[in-house]
């Protein structure tokens, strides 16, 4: 401790020249400035009576620091500002449910970042600690005194980065006030004298306290064995107490004879032999011979053992539940089980340490990822945490029928990541078949929203719209619709035919009756085609047509008109008709139904591509590039996918060949560079031809990770030190941009 300290002396000296942020912090308190606000509660006997001499808070404090310092950190890059908010509300709630959603919410809205700097100095904080001991320390400084201070130290460049951090020993820091504006001028460390610290460059991470008052005392973290202090000092009179009775303790029973009285020296000889020949545990077992018959009476518990035992208990209770840890944690074997334990970890992890974790993944945004860039963020990767994963698989298991959520977006809140190789992950599914459905198709349209029952019974009317048996003319499954059908051809009635077994109907009473009505009703052998449609639904379909025209700005291959959007109508009224399988439950209509399989159409011919099942290419115009009439194919030479590009500048082959001499020369010491990213150094270096995804991820590549392009200046003389760099040149640099640029752009519509 003592090196760690003086090396943080040495550091705070020489570092007086860092400027204080006038505008730090700035509140109303009313107390004097340019004094020193005492600390009111003695860190230094929590710390002794508590972490050092406490088998207890030992225990409970390494069992928080141990699970926090194993979830690993991340650095993102937030696209949105708004939707961080948002994300931070979610994981604030703590909930299972909340993470979920956060999970999801963070894949679509924050890009992680790899080998920045901001990862070098969290991994290596200062020359002697990982990030698992810094970590570990700054939280046990927390549990123990309600203060954690980080310490940043700047390179003396002038960047305003810091390249070392380091964690104070809350005991000996004090507050400085600068008054009313500045109620936190500096800090002081207290260890061989007092050395002034600004207070920009330190991180105070404190525990609420509600001690307000004019010397200021709400500025320090309150303990939570302020809390506990009462509950620690009985643990602590309840373990000393019992150490002294064990060591001072009398005869716990009596040799009686039951054949009279024994003389003094009789006792005497026989307490001597006993001592000799069965005490120690070389005689434990030991058969005792007596020289008369005697009794042994037990003496048993009293009051004040008792009481003793249960005010040790209850301490440890209420030390537990202050820390928010289960005391079946603490190797309660009275009350384990498999599943007690697997339980309690589970709220450890819930009430104890995401709490703290996300308590310092805050105040990390706001005081130290400003630093390395404006819309960095540091968080936390929960789904590591297998007591939590558990609780995520469930809630995934119960929404797995859940329409919204896309097999990818299941994935990322497991902690699976993304499968990019397969677009069908991507994919809403409807539960009851698996079968892949448009997001669109199951909106009501607008314009058949405001419908009324008997317009929707017209337009079934005029369609001969009706649970009809496929394949048949006016044979329904139900004896309703046929004599509905009845009614419309003038007559009344129904009757039975059998077809596979099963009753069907049909119109009037009898099938004679029927064929007269057919033969005398003109508009039934007209094509269906020109059957005329209702006002409303002709005035849907042409404002769709107008719309999408405009869209597409007239574009010959992408026009559609009424006639062809009708066309898809009554495929979806057949689709709703003869395969129900197929029909989403929550649509309540056939209209509906084929209407949203219009929207799909016009997707499909706008964008040139589906987004759902491959239907109706064939009323697609022959331009179109899905179209499946014969008059239009796209030429494979046209197919970026299937060409090769060679030609790329010398010096990004170069600057590949580069960093593979330094991985020969220096071997580990190089940082950076996944297997990806050497096996795309090789390629470079040896000129091969690029495919298409090729060129497609060095561009995504590069173009991420632009700031790397220059080497950070803490690493001047040794480059290969600086991960960002290295891994920016294994794919070929600045100079591949314009080369992969150019051939992106030229395909990129396709």
Known sequence: MASFIDRLRYLITNKNDQSTNIDYNKAIYNYLGNSIIWN?????????????????????????????????????????????????????????????????????????????????????????????????????????????????????????????????????VEINSGGIMQPVKEYSLQYNGSHKIPAEVICHIKDFNPNYNTSGSHLYGQSPLKAGLRSLQTNNEATETGVKYLQNQTARGVLMSDEGDINEMQAKQLKQKFKQQYRGSNNAGDIIITPKKLSWVNFGLNASDLSLIEQYNASIKDLCNIYNVPSVLLN???????????????????????????????????????????????DFDFTAVPELQEETEKIVNQMSSAWWLTPNEKRIATGYGVDEENGMMNTYYVPSNLLPIESSEIEVDEELESVELDELKAVRKTLNIKRAVPGMNDVYTTQEEAEDRAEELGGSGSHVHQFDGEDVYMPFDTHEEYEEAIENDKNYHDDEEKKELTARLEKALKKKADDHNEKVNNAESKKTNVRTLYAVYKRGIGAYRTNPESVRPSVSSPEQWAMARVNSFLYVLRNGKFRSGKHDTDLLPAGHPLSSKEKYRKKEEEDPYKMRFDGYPQSATNNAKRMLELKEKHGDKVKGGTSTGWNRAKQLASREDLTFRDVLDIYSFLMRHKGNEKIDPKYQDEPY???????????????????????????KDD
Not at 109 to 131: A, C, D, F, G, K
């Open 40 to 172: 009111a509660e003695n860190d230094q006997t929590y710390i002794d009576n508590g972490y050092r001499q406490n088998a207890t808070i030992y225990s409970l404090v390494n069992i928080i620091i141990n699970a926090c310092s194993t979830i690993p950190f991340q650095i993102y890059e937030v696209r949105s500002e708004s939707d961080y908010k948002r994300y931070k509300a979610l994981t604030s709630a703590l909930s299972p449910e909340a993470m979920l959603k956060a999970q999801i919410m963070r894949k679509n809205n924050m890009v992680e970042l790899e080998h920045t700097s901001i990862h070098e100095l969290l991994e290596r904080p200062n020359p002697m600690q990982s990030y698992g001991s810094f970590i570990q320390e700054l939280i046990a400084f927390g549990k123990l005194t309600g203060n954690r201070y980080i310490y940043g130290i700047a390179p003396e460049t002038g960047i305003k980065q810091y390249k070392e951090l380091y964690v104070l020993p809350s005991q000996l």
């Open 332 to 378: 309660n074997t009275e009350s384990s089980t498999y599943n007690n334990v697997k339980e309690a970890k589970k709220s450890l992890y819930q009430n104890a340490v995401l709490p703290e974790m996300l308590k310092i993944r805050d105040e990390l945004n706001r005081w130290l990822m400003p630093q390395f860039g404006e819309k960095l963020k540091l």
């Open 721 to 747: 030190r600086d991960s960002g760099w290295v891994s920016y040149n294994l794919w070929g640099g600045k100079s591949m941009i314009p080369y992969v640029t150019r051939i992106r752009n030229k395909y």
